[in-house]
């Protein structure tokens, strides 16, 4: 069968490395819908850069790709001993999160809490959020699944290919920036 995906393992790897080189020591991750593979994807490469550099996840949440289990989630993650970032699965939580995070926590983003999300989505470059986010080249992706159905048209025995296109960071204003990063 043939596939077309973000580099979603790789994605998930650049914001535990982004969030590290910016001094980041108490780093917390809110998980999407556990059954999906582009959750587990993404937990997984952050997870493998964290432990890279030799880091432990220090707090974890699920927000099913959710807003107000995003919510309820980043309120038990800053319950107690809360977490200096937090990269979240989806942009739409992660929204939910700042939201959380300046308005019913009163916390400052990002000079109190750094927030990383992924796809970026349209809202995300917004004023209000500005967010950096692991970019889901959308464009790229459906384009690439039409060349795969016309190439099956034309041929059907053609061979199933899978596409793994990679995922740029987008460094915005939600995340403390690495002195000397370049994007």
Partial sequence: MSAVTSANVGGGRKVAE??????HKKIGYIAGWEGASTQRDREAGFMQGLRAAGFDLH???VGNFVL?????ATLRMFAQDPPD????ANDHM????MDTLRFDLNLKVPQDVSVV????????AWRAYDLTTVRQPANR?????????????????????????DA?????????????WKS
Avoid at 85 to 88: C, D, N
């Fill in 85 to 88: 970032a937090v990269f979240v």
């Fill in 141 to 165: 992706m459906v384009a690439e699944t039409v060349d795969i159905l016309l190439s099956k048209i034309n041929d059907a025995s053609a061979a199933p290919r899978r596409v793994e296109i």
């Fill in 18 to 23: 982004f969030l590290l080189e910016g001094g």
């Fill in 94 to 97: 992660a929204m939910a999160v």
């Fill in 117 to 124: 999300g992924y796809d970026d989505v349209s809202t995300a």
């Fill in 59 to 61: 707090a974890r949440e």
């Fill in 68 to 72: 107000e289990l995003a919510r309820d």
């Fill in 168 to 180: 740029p960071l987008i460094v915005r204003g939600s995340a403390r920036i690495p002195e000397g």
